[in-house]
């Protein structure tokens, strides 16, 4: 707990709290008396660890256009992967105990963004004419996630793919 406390500039003594804090994270005043002249203490108190380390760990997906289906075609086929093997072998921790169901999962998940992330960001964009310049600028419209254009990502899942058919549990 840290005290800030504001005094008149004579000698002041310790401040006996008037009120005490009625919850674990905010601020609170205290009144207090030294010699004779009004004295006011106010109180920061810090945030419990388990919340401060909630705080840090957040996750921020940043993404531009449709460029969050990437993620969500990856997800949705490694769900259907795992849903088509457990069912084709009849066998509910073979997905689990074997790599190559996620390999072919990120394969088909990276020709899927690759195709359609070279769809949607080699389409025409509007041109418009600069008023000052006379210069013709084209604004096309920008499909990526975490800054990486949307067809980028294929080789990233193909990686991904090699290194998931290496990692058992």
């Not at 795992?82 to 921790?93: G, I």
């Amino acid at each position: 707990m840290l005290a800030v406390y504001y005094a008149t500039p004579e000698k002041s003594r310790k401040i006996t709290p008037a009120v005490q804090p009625t919850n674990d994270i905010g601020r609170s005043e205290w009144r207090g008396t030294a010699l004779n002249a009004p004295c006011y203490a106010r109180t920061v108190l810090e945030a419990p660890e388990s919340i401060t380390r909630a705080r840090e760990s957040r996750l921020m997906i940043i993404w531009s256009g449709l460029g969050f289906l990437v993620p969500a075609i990856t997800f949705a086929l490694l769900v259907l992967t795992e849903y088509a093997v457990e069912t084709l072998f009849a066998d509910t921790s073979y997905y689990q105990a074997h790599g190559w169901p996620k390999l072919v999962a990120f394969l088909i998940a990276g020709a899927i963004v690759w195709s359609i992330g070279t769809y949607l960001n080699r389409k025409s964009g509007r041109v418009l004419i600069d008023k000052e310049t006379g210069q013709e600028v084209i604004l096309r419209p920008k499909h990526a996630l975490f800054f990486l254009k949307m067809e980028y990502w294929a080789p990233i899942l193909f990686v991904l793919g090699i290194i998931f058919l290496f990692v058992q549990e």
